[in-house]
Structures are given as C-alpha cells and as structure tokens.
C-alpha cells in the first residue's frame, strides 16, 4: 500500500516498520534468559471479598527490570514473549514461581489457604501439555489444587471452543479454578459461558472505572453479576480505585474484588508484610 502511495513514502514507511521490528528483536533478545539472569519477578496485587474485605488470594503479574531501560511494561514486553514464543519458557517458570509462593503463605500465615491467580496466555493455552505442566508443578511444589487459579482472556479461548473447554475441563477437574480475565470487552462474552466452562470472570476495569459516573456501565455490571450468578459463576472486579466503586460493586452482589483502593501489585516481601 506504501508503495502505491509514492516512493517517497514507501521508503519512509519501510523505515519506521524497520525500526518498529529492530525494537521487538532487540527486545526479544533481551528477555531470552531474562529469568535465569535475575530480572523478571512477580508482583502480588491482593484479592479481597467484598462482603467483609477480608484477603482471599491474589494475582501474579509478571515486572522485568531491564539493566539499561530499567521497568518495562508487562503490555509491551508480554507481546513480545507470546509473538516470539518466549513465552512457552516464561510461562511454566512463573506457575512455577507463583505456586512456590502461595505454600509458603500457606504454611507461615495458616489458616486462610490463599490462592494465587495465574495469567495464561493464548499461546501458552495452544502449546498443548498445559494441563500435564500444571499437574506436575501442583504435585512438585505440594500446593493444593484450590490454591492455584488460572486466568485466561477471551481471545484465547476464540476460535478453539473445544479443545480449549476439554483443557479447561480437565484442569477443573483436578480442582483448579479457572477466570476468565478482561471480562466485557469483547462482544461475544455472554455466549462463550454457555460453551466454555470457567468458574468466574472478572469484570474489565474499563467498567469498574465509570461505574458511578455512567449509568450504562453500571448498568451493564449489575447485569454481569446477576447472569454470571445465575449461572453458578464468581464475579471479580478489577480496577476497584475508590471507595465509592467497592462500595456499589458490594450492594450489587459482586463477589471479589483487586485495585489501587485496595492495593497496589507489590513486590512478594511486601506481600509477605501485608499477610503478617
Ligand atoms: P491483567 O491480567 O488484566 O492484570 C491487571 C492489570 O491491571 C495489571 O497490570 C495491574 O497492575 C493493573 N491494575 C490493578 N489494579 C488496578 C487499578 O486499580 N487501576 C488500574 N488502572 N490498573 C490496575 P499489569 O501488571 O501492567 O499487567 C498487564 C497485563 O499483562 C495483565 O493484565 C496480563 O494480561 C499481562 N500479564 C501480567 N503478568 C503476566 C504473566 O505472568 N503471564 C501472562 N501471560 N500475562 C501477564
Ligand atoms: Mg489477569
Ligand atoms: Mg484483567
Ligand atoms: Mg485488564
């Protein structure tokens, strides 16, 4: 389409796509052994029940620290890992990781048996031994199956109904909790509950974000709860930044809840500090 468009053009077009791509291989060469170098780590961001606040688990989001850029953000860095395939290594190191965690929580704080909730990507949903991978580090680390979750967007369930859902049963079977993430934003959500078995989702935080403002979005929230309820499904809500959002989300029914207002993702010390 450059091309058509003139010479000029197409050299300057063919120029800024170099640069874009040059970028990502850097990139990509940079996170390869990023783990084993000491750089990535995970983050804990709390989950709470809304109905008496009390910490119920929490989510694992990957951080890379890179030496010269310092924080890059998981977004960017993320993309990279699934378009490269990268993410097939990163992906069982944090599970790994993650499930480590959430024994010793369990064994130095007993008696609230947290969970900690993994994200997975659609490649990493794809690359088949899910399941088999989970089991192991399940039995590996001694981490009870209802202390792991595993969060999964819409777009890598799309297009792969049923392999995905024999999968999703399979890891449902063995105990392990499965959420759909990022719930709402795409517009086929309400069908895929009735092919894709999960056990909750969590609401978008481009919702939660506009829930006292925009009665549509309260609207469309409330909505979400009283069908996902209908249907035996745990509704979370991410992105709870003000007292007033946890306040309509607990009198609407919603059942968990993550945000800034409740806490920020922080470093598994910190975490540490906070069970304590
Ligand atoms: P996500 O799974 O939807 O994670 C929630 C994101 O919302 C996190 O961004 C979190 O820091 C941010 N967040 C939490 N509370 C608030 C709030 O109150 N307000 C706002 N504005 N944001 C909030 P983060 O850590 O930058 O991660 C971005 C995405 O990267 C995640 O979205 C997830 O899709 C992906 N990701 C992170 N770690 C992993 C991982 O280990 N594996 C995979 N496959 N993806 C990951
Ligand atoms: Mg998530
Ligand atoms: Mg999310
Ligand atoms: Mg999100």
């Known amino acids: ?110 008696g609230n048996d947290l969970f900690v909730s993994v994200n997975v990507s659609p490649r990493q949903l794809r690359s088949g031994d899910l399941a088999i991978q989970v089991e192991q580090v399940l039995a590996q680390t001694g981490l009870p199956a209802d202390g792991l979750h595993i969060e999964l967007t819409e777009t890598a369930v799309i297009g792969d109904e049923q392999r995905v859902s024999g999968l999703l049963a399979r890891l449902r079977d063995a105990g392990i909790k499965v959420w759909l993430d990022d719930f709402g934003t795409g517009f086929s959500g309400l069908s895929h509950l009735r092919r894709v078995p999960v056990d909750g989702v969590k609401i978008d935080r481009s919702f939660i974000a506009d829930v006292l403002r925009d009665p549509d979005d309260l609207a469309l929230t409330t909505a979400i709860i009283a069908m996902a309820h209908s249907l035996g499904i745990t509704v979370v809500a991410e992105g709870v930044e003000k007292e007033g959002q946890y306040d309509v989300l607990r009198e609407r029914g919603c059942d968990l809840a993550q945000g800034y207002w409740l806490g920020y993702p922080m470093n598994g010390h910190d975490f540490r500090g906070l069970l304590a």
């Not at 990139?27 to 709390?46: K, V």
Request: proline letters at 5%; hydrophobic letters at 40%; a neutral charge.
């Open 1 to 110: 389409q450059a091309k058509v468009a003139g010479k000029n053009c197409h050299r300057f077009y063919s120029r800024a796509m170099d640069q874009a791509v040059e970028r990502r291989v850097r990139m990509e060469q940079d996170l390869r052994g990023a783990w084993e170098r000491g750089e990535l780590s995970l983050a804990y961001q709390p989950i709470y029940r809304l109905e008496d606040r009390r910490l119920v688990g929490a989510e694992a989001l990957l951080r890379w620290h890179h030496p010269e850029y310092g924080a890059v953000a998981p977004s960017v860095f993320i993309d990279v890992a699934e378009q490269s395939g990268l993410i097939e290594t990163i992906g069982p190191q944090v599970l790994r990781a993650a499930c480590m965690d959430a024994v010793e929580w369990r064994s130095d704080f007993p």
